[in-house]
């Protein structure tokens, strides 16, 4: 599987992004994440959501402002970031695991990774 992640640029604090994330092949079964990777941080995680959507995971820094969602008649999954803030600067992978039995904060856990896209908060 190959994820193409996008949406990511440039926005003051306060404001929103939209990322998504557009996988090569059906989805539908798989567990789906985001984390994130600031300058010179450890790459850490955001969210994840369950193959039906019904299931979501947030980090504790991000919830009530991230949700995450996913359509699987397009084979994507989704962050809505509102109230950014200069801390959620970071570069922004999705990932994917077939086989994970809950929605998973850990990295290594899953086996598909997409490329990145780059989100950079002003203040």
């Known amino acids: 599987v190959q994820l193409q992640a996008s949406g990511g640029g440039l926005v003051q604090a306060g404001g929103s992004l939209r990322l998504s994330c557009v996988a090569s092949?059906?989805?539908?079964?798989?567990?789906m994440g985001w984390f994130r990777q600031g300058p010179g941080k450890e790459r850490e995680f955001v969210a994840a959501?369950?193959?039906?959507?019904?299931?979501?995971n947030y980090a504790e820094s991000v919830k009530g402002r991230f949700t995450i969602s996913r359509d699987n008649a397009k084979n994507a999954v989704y962050l809505q970031m509102n109230s950014l803030k200069p801390e959620d600067t970071a570069v922004y992978y999705c990932?994917?695991?077939?086989?994970?039995?809950?929605?998973?904060?850990?990295?290594?856990?899953?086996?598909?990774w997409g490329q990145g896209t780059q989100v950079t908060v002003s203040s």
């Open positions: 959501i369950s193959w039906r959507g019904g299931i979501t």
């Open positions: 092949e059906h989805t539908s079964s798989y567990v």
């Open positions: 990932a994917a695991d077939r086989f994970l039995a809950r929605v998973s904060a850990t990295s290594r856990d899953y086996d598909y």
